[in-house]
């Protein structure tokens, strides 16, 4: 059996469309065919904000509330989700906290921008970490860009309304729609449309692989991060669309004593504690990776599936030695993930293939794991080079190197020369660094383009391995670590 319309929920009601576009986007619904406004329409490749909503879905028999782009997410998947806008959140003619803090504060000039910063606030209000503090706010904005004001205002109104407990129309309700939500996961495949044009979202691996199969020319969707970009950016005319936001365990996290296993719809945001359990350096690296509403929605699969070469999650599992398990048809396969990766935007996957899980070692006794994302910008940006480091000691020698950078060849690449150079070394001998520093450059000829110039990234690499080797040495990260300098000058003083 199967469901042939979407269902969501809306204004306190289910709401089911039979007939759209694959390629909808939910803002395109809700500006051009709900005619609701007040999300707006910025950069239209999910990094301004200005068209944020949040979706509420259930977990743990509770609705949590997640910020998403509305620019790039499809209308299909919004399916089994409530979903929250500006024009939603004042109730009985009282504006929600957060509004009522925003307009205390003056935190609004022009207000194109101001309902996407109210929405990722509302998610916050919700969802946000308590003691609330001044970093846990700029995290949750950095994906919303106001060029009117100074965000201090901004920042003031936050932690004035999303300091406590949550008390709105929302939390008052969230019984009643955490009981919708439940009567909506029927456990039915998705199909809206025919043979020919169609979004499908299927609700078992079975039923997954049988019509992956059947439609090798479908396009994957899991977060829509980067294929809605095909859609607003390249007008790709997508039609037809598997989303696997539904199928049934591809969402599983096993985290075990010594391997880590992430299903390929695993979100950034679901992935992260797991992640910065194996090193902090990870944590770091999922927290600048986009904004909150690119990590709600974005996978650990679809970073890898789509190919990237300045992805910056496959860099740092080759270098923790990932492997790639595959499924097409009945038949699954694994691989080293460094082997998925053939050429800029090729990879060793068979037509009606798709990606599983990825399964992670974790760190074993002697072995010190770093990795470093060097962009133009702090947060939300996209990696000029990223570099990613395990060693295996001896003592003092590093007796074995996994290196892996991202940015610096077509796919992402291990470091061979630069490995086989290091093993043996002395941590307590500088000098003989040199060697491996030099080695990478016959490991890569990295390409010039308007993020970084050949010669920046190669010389970037280098210190980055110079960065890598010097901490381990010393134990020692903060004084290398541009996070918490700010903290380490005002403890000092």
Same mark, same amino acid.
């Given at each position: 059996?199967?469901?042939?319309?979407?269902?969501?929920?809306?204004?306190?009601?289910?709401?089911?469309?039979?007939?759209?576009?694959?390629?909808?986007?939910?803002?395109?619904?809700?500006?051009?065919?709900?005619?609701?406004?007040?999300?707006?329409?910025?950069?239209?490749?999910?990094?301004?904000?200005?068209?944020?909503?949040?979706?509420?879905?259930?977990?743990?028999?509770?609705?949590?509330?997640?910020?998403?782009?509305?620019?790039?997410?499809?209308?299909?998947?919004?399916?089994?989700?409530?979903?929250?806008?500006?024009?939603?959140?004042?109730?009985?003619?009282?504006?929600?906290?957060?509004?009522?803090?925003?307009?205390?504060?003056?935190?609004?000039?022009?207000?194109?921008?101001?309902?996407?910063?109210?929405?990722?606030?509302?998610?916050?209000?919700?969802?946000?970490?308590?003691?609330?503090?001044?970093?846990?706010?700029? @995290?949750?904005?950095?994906?919303?860009?106001?060029?009117?004001?100074?965000?201090?205002?901004?920042?003031?109104?936050?932690?004035?309304?999303? @300091?406590?407990?949550?008390?709105?129309?929302?939390?008052?309700?969230?019984?009643?729609?955490?009981?919708?939500?439940?009567?909506?996961?029927?456990?039915?495949?998705?199909?809206?449309?025919?043979?020919?044009?169609?979004?499908?979202?299927?609700?078992?691996?079975?039923?997954?692989?049988?019509?992956?199969?059947?439609?090798? #020319?479908?396009?994957?969707?899991? *977060?829509?991060?980067?294929?809605?970009?095909?859609?607003?950016?390249?007008?790709?005319?997508?039609?037809?669309?598997?989303?696997?936001?539904?199928?049934?365990?591809?969402?599983? =996290?096993? @985290?075990?004593?010594?391997?880590?296993?992430?299903?390929?719809?695993?979100?950034?945001?679901?992935?992260?504690?797991?992640?910065?359990?194996? #090193?902090?350096?990870?944590?770091?690296?999922?927290?600048?990776?986009?904004?909150?509403? =690119?990590?709600?929605?974005?996978?650990?699969? *679809?970073?890898?599936?789509?190919?990237?070469?300045?992805?910056?999650?496959?860099?740092?599992?080759?270098?923790?030695?990932?492997?790639?398990?595959?499924?097409?048809?009945?038949?699954?396969?694994?691989?080293?993930?460094?082997?998925?990766? =053939?050429?800029?935007? &090729?990879?060793? &996957?068979?037509?009606?293939?798709?990606?599983?899980?990825?399964?992670?070692?974790?760190?074993?006794?002697?072995?010190?794991?770093?990795?470093?994302?060097?962009?133009?910008?702090?947060?939300?940006?996209?990696?000029?080079?990223?570099?990613?480091?395990?060693?295996?000691?001896?003592?003092?020698?590093?007796?074995?190197?996994?290196?892996?950078?991202?940015?610096?060849?077509?796919?992402?690449?291990?470091?061979?020369?630069?490995?086989?150079?290091?093993?043996?070394?002395?941590? @307590?001998?500088?000098?003989?660094?040199?060697?491996?520093?030099?080695?990478? *450059?016959? #490991?890569?000829?990295?390409?010039?383009?308007?993020?970084?110039?050949?010669?920046? &990234?190669?010389?970037?690499?280098?210190?980055?391995?110079?960065?890598?080797?010097?901490?381990?040495?010393?134990?020692?990260?903060?004084?290398?670590?541009?996070?918490?300098?700010?903290?380490?000058?005002?403890?000092?003083?």
């Amino acid at each position: 059996m199967r469901r042939e319309a979407i269902r969501f929920w809306r204004h306190g009601r289910p709401v089911d469309i039979a007939e759209f576009h694959p390629r909808t986007t939910l803002l395109d619904y809700l500006r051009l065919q709900q005619r609701h406004v007040g999300t707006k329409e910025g950069c239209a490749e999910g990094d301004c904000g200005a068209c944020t909503v949040t979706l509420g879905r259930l977990r743990g028999g509770r609705v949590h509330y997640e910020p998403v782009n509305a620019c790039i997410l499809l209308l299909g998947q919004v399916d089994g989700a409530e979903v929250v806008t500006v024009e939603d959140l004042a109730a009985g003619g009282r504006l929600h906290p957060v509004q009522a803090a925003m307009a205390e504060s003056h935190a609004s000039q022009c207000g194109f921008c101001t309902p996407g910063i109210v929405m990722s606030l509302f998610a916050l209000y919700h969802e946000g970490e308590r003691p609330l503090t001044r970093e846990n706010v700029n @995290d949750a904005l950095a994906g919303n860009l106001c060029r009117c004001t100074g965000y201090r205002p901004i920042v003031d109104a936050a932690l004035r309304a999303c @300091d406590g407990a949550p008390a709105d129309a929302f939390s008052a309700a969230d019984a009643d729609t955490a009981e919708a939500l439940a009567a909506m996961a029927d456990g039915r495949d998705v199909f809206v449309g025919d043979e020919t044009r169609f979004f499908a979202a299927p609700a078992t691996e079975d039923s997954l692989a049988a019509l992956y199969a059947r439609h090798p #020319d479908a396009t994957l969707v899991a *977060g829509s991060t980067d294929v809605g970009l095909w859609v607003t950016k390249a007008l790709a005319d997508l039609d037809k669309v598997i989303w696997l936001g539904r199928v049934a365990d591809l969402d599983r =996290i096993e @985290d075990g004593a010594d391997l880590l296993s992430l299903g390929a719809t695993v979100t950034h945001a679901e992935a992260h504690r797991s992640l910065a359990r194996i #090193d902090p350096d990870l944590g770091e690296l999922v927290r600048r990776f986009g904004s909150a509403q =690119i990590r709600a929605s974005g996978t650990v699969g *679809g970073n890898i599936a789509n190919g990237s070469p300045i992805g910056d999650l496959a860099p740092a599992l080759i270098a923790l030695g990932a492997t790639l398990e595959l499924r097409g048809g009945g038949a699954t396969r694994t691989l080293p993930l460094e082997s998925f990766f =053939i050429a800029y935007r &090729r990879q060793d &996957r068979a037509p009606g293939e798709y990606v599983r899980r990825v399964l992670v070692p974790k760190l074993g006794p002697g072995q010190a794991f770093r990795a470093f994302k060097v962009s133009k910008r702090f947060d939300e940006d996209i990696s000029a080079v990223m570099g990613a480091f395990r060693f295996t000691l001896d003592g003092r020698r590093i007796a074995g190197a996994r290196i892996a950078f991202g940015g610096m060849a077509g796919t992402p690449k291990r470091a061979a020369e630069a490995e086989r150079a290091l093993a043996g070394i002395s941590l @307590d001998d500088p000098g003989s660094w040199g060697e491996a520093m030099a080695a990478l *450059g016959r #490991d890569y000829q990295p390409m010039t383009d308007h993020r970084a110039s050949a010669a920046y &990234r190669s010389t970037v690499a280098r210190n980055l391995l110079f960065k890598a080797l010097s901490e381990v040495a010393s134990g020692a990260t903060r004084a290398t670590r541009i996070v918490g300098v700010r903290e380490a000058m005002e403890a000092a003083e």
